[in-house]
């Protein structure tokens, strides 16, 4: 294949923009090369600047789990954009999804949009604290929650300290806030717990990790850590932004049978337009602005398009879609181990539902240290052995890759033949 446009736009992207790219995953870091300019989407397909056909397995990050251009989402998308695309005013599409997400979702009672999953869960930790009245969070390695200041903390050197800063510009007084454990490791938050006594606001979680690649909770660990924050009074807030309706109606809450405090929601619920939400029960949401004392505001919050966008989608999402989500993926979970098997490649496949990922490694992935210890330069081999054969994977091999409804079985079976010639060409 050939990406002679591709590299020609990047390289002025490069003058005009910060590292060429709007979101820094995007600048292919992590395989190396220059990353494609995508020109048009349909369905399970993506079209590049050169013209070449990909089967897209990141599906815009997750957010796009009917395909690209759904004719049900862009009508219903149009027909708002036509209306007049924003009033800074109340509007119905938000009202029916605000709706829908509080029958969905069985811990939320009230919601509130934002526009994108970083406001979600900054707002969700304001909120926690407000509710609280207390200071710090505890997140755990490897888990993504945005770009907000507090979350950008990395862990000490040992188990359960005080966060460092994982980003220039993020001030050490900030992350000191920020208490950092490992995953699917409930004796370490108890410790956790333990050093920093009445402190804790919230803990925070991704129910299902999807941000090192797809880590699933140990059997037991999330009903551990949620007794551990109602032990000692913290609030339990689910990141859900990728796991919202992505694997099952209800979310991972639903299907791990939790119910968490806060939920903060983005991705699916915009129909491939940028929003987020966060939700709780009434007495929590009491507590925000204008009703209570927690300021949060948004000039395009709550956007008719993205409104209509995300209600659309989620009116088309029953069982028979997740059904079908989990046999395509199931069927693609054992097509990879079974080809790199037969070519002796040693893999790990993680999955729930329809978000997966393959860890080069011999040894199962339980948290963020395993999973970086997975071999990323096979990885990189493999990401551009796929693409050579008209498979676009997640640039990085610590990250998700989505399954959307207009998958089929003969695209998995593709994929698969070419995870076969990938997997010969290490
Ligand atoms: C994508 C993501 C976010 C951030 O959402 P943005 O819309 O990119 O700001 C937060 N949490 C999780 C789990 C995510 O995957």
């Known amino acids: ?60 990050w997750g957010a796009l789990i009917l395909g690209h251009a759904n004719p049900c989402v862009v009508a219903e998308a149009v027909k708002a954009v036509k209306s007049g695309s924003s009033f800074g005013a109340p509007n119905v599409p938000e009202l029916m999804l605000a709706e829908k997400i509080c ?40 888990c993504y929650h945005g770009h907000a200041d507090a979350f950008l903390a990395g862990a000490g ?66 009903n551990e850590v949620h007794g551990l924050c109602k032990e000692n009074g913290a609030l339990l807030i689910f990141d859900e932004v990728i796991t919202g309706f992505r694997v099952g109606v209800g979310g991972a809450q639903k299907l791990y049978g939790i119910k968490p405090d806060i939920t903060c929601l983005g991705k699916i619920i915009g129909g491939g337009f940028p929003v987020g939400a966060y939700g ?3 007495e929590i949401m ?15 919050s709550g956007n008719p398009v993205a409104m209509a966008a995300g209600l659309a989608v989620l009116s088309r999402l029953n069982a028979a879609t997740y059904r079908k989500l989990e046999r395509v993926s199931a069927m693609l979970e054992q097509g990879l181990t079974d080809a790199a098997g037969s070519a002796g490649v040693q893999v790990r496949v993680n999955r729930v539902g329809s978000m997966l990922s393959m860890f080069f490694t011999g040894n199962g992935v339980t948290n963020f240290s395993e999973a970086k210890a997975a071999d990323q330069s096979s990885f990189r081999r493999f990401f551009w052995g796929m693409i050579n054969c008209g498979v676009y994977l997640p640039p990085s091999g610590l990250e998700s ?20 010639d990938a997997f010969k060409g290490l």
């Open 1 to 60: 294949m050939r990406f002679s446009k591709s590299k020609k736009l990047y390289s002025r992207a490069a003058r005009a923009m910060a590292g060429g790219v709007s979101s820094p995953v995007r600048a292919f870091k992590a395989v190396g090369g220059d990353p494609l300019f995508i020109r048009r989407g349909s369905g399970q397909w993506i079209w590049d600047a050169d013209g070449n056909r990909l089967l897209d397995y990141v599906c815009s």
């Open 103 to 142: 029958e969905r979702i069985r811990s939320i009672e009230k919601v509130r949009f934002v526009n994108s999953g970083t406001e979600a869960t900054m707002s969700a930790l304001r909120l926690s604290r407000a509710y609280t009245k207390r200071r710090k969070i505890i997140k755990f390695e490897g």
């Open 157 to 222: 050197s040992g188990l359960a300290t005080l966060g460092i800063p994982a980003s220039r510009g993020v001030l050490q007084s900030t992350t000191n806030d920020t208490v950092t454990v490992p995953y699917n490791d409930a004796r370490s938050l108890e410790s956790a717990f333990k050093s920093n006594g009445g402190e804790v606001a919230a803990v925070i979680i991704e129910p299902v990790v999807g941000n090192m690649g797809v880590v699933p909770p140990n059997r037991g660990f999330l």
């Open 280 to 282: 709780a029960r009434k």
């Open 286 to 300: 009491g507590l925000v602005s204008p009703e209570g004392p927690v300021y949060q505001a948004g000039t395009l």
């Open 401 to 420: 890759w989505f399954v959307s409804s207009a998958h089929s079985e003969d695209d998995v079976r593709k994929t698969i033949e070419a995870a076969a």
